[in-house]
């Protein structure tokens, strides 16, 4: 299993891709993981960046806080966009430069998914980096199909009666050669696993855990502690899928109860002791696969 640093400060460049004075709210995770994601891959980059509250964040031409090219196609298109921009880039012999999808949740795992399985199944060479805030924030909090299961949202205010689609898993089926999970509560395993994803090629898929301070109800300094909190009770596990096949878990175990996460926000209030006992189940489940997905692969190497 591989290590998880715990969190530390990472010096930025002097001159940072992501400009201060940008349009997030205050205490903004979003904002903090571009920051660090975008650092990570350096200037030599371009982005594609559908409707979502990153696109507010990188506000319109000429006054970007981006210091990088930027292309807001649509909400369904962002595979397909950043595709044609790295075929455009490589005719023009700039096979160095990176291209970067930064994109939420609705416009991936629900409205850009039919485009992102194209460009896996074509193994595009991208980097697809989806800030997964569970749900449609830009827009007021409506729920998307990564919105977690007894989570209350503007269309789901009696708590969502579906569960969160399993995106790793889905892209992990389509064998693309890097996939994981990641959180700004634990910004060296972002920072490593960015780098990481730079040095691959083909298509390479990062979801970020962000809380979003207002569709989930939690307070603007406390972003990064439900991330960690996340992580910590095993609701978000940090983990790396190779080839589709080779599973790296980040964390040895769990180490928190899942209700510790559900207290600290709103979007959970009033859930009833049978429902906090299904998520802690599910989560059980979920942590029990994944264990097993990483022990098998042990036992396939050996
Ligand atoms: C096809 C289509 N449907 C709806 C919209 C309106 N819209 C713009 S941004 C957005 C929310 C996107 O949610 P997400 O991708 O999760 O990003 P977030 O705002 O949460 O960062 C929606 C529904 C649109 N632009 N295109
Ligand atoms: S709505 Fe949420 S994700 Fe969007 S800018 Fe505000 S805090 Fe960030
Ligand atoms: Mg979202």
């Known amino acids: 299993m591989g290590k998880l ?17 940008h349009a997030a709210c205050p205490g903004c ?6 920051r660090h994601v975008l650092s ?6 371009v982005a594609v960046i559908p409707p979502s509250c990153m696109a507010i964040i990188a506000g319109a031409q000429p006054m970007s806080a981006l210091r990088i090219p930027v292309y807001q196609p649509s909400l369904e298109s ?3 966009a950043a595709s044609g921009l790295r075929r455009a880039l490589d005719a023009r012999g700039k096979q160095e430069t990176h291209v970067v999808v930064l994109a939420g949740d609705g416009g991936t795992y629900d409205i850009g998914l039919q485009c992102l399985s194209s460009a896996a199944e074509r193994n595009e060479n991208i980097l697809y980096v989806c800030f997964d805030n569970e749900g449609y924030m830009n827009t007021g909090a409506q729920k998307s199909s990564s ?16 569960r969160k689609k399993n995106l790793i898993e889905i892209m992990a089926a389509h064998e693309i050669p890097y996939a994981a999970t990641a959180t700004a509560g634990f910004l060296p395993d972002l920072a490593r696993k960015v780098e990481k994803a730079k040095a691959l090629r083909g298509m390479r898929l990062l979801v970020l855990l962000v809380p979003c301070l207002d569709g989930w109800g939690v307070p603007e300094d406390q972003g990064i502690k439900v991330a960690r909190l996340a992580v910590e009770s095993g609701v978000f596990p940090l983990y790396e899928v190779e080839d589709g096949y080779r599973y790296t878990l980040n964390t040895a175990q769990k180490t928190r109860p899942v209700r510790d996460y559900l207290l600290a926000q709103r979007r959970y209030r009033n859930l009833e002791e049978h429902e906090i006992e299904a998520l802690q189940r599910e989560v059980d489940i979920g942590w029990a696969r994944l264990q097993h ?3 098998a692969e042990l036992k396939t190497i050996d």
């Open 5 to 21: 640093m715990r969190l530390e400060k990472l010096d930025l460049p002097e001159e940072p891709v992501l400009c201060s004075g």
């Open 293 to 295: 997905r990483t022990q």
């Open 40 to 45: 990570a891959l350096g200037p030599d980059a």
């Open 147 to 162: 919105t977690p299961h007894f989570a209350r949202t503007g269309s789901t205010p009696a708590g969502k009666s579906s």
């Open 29 to 34: 995770i979003d904002a903090l993981s571009a």
């Open 78 to 80: 962002s595979a397909a």
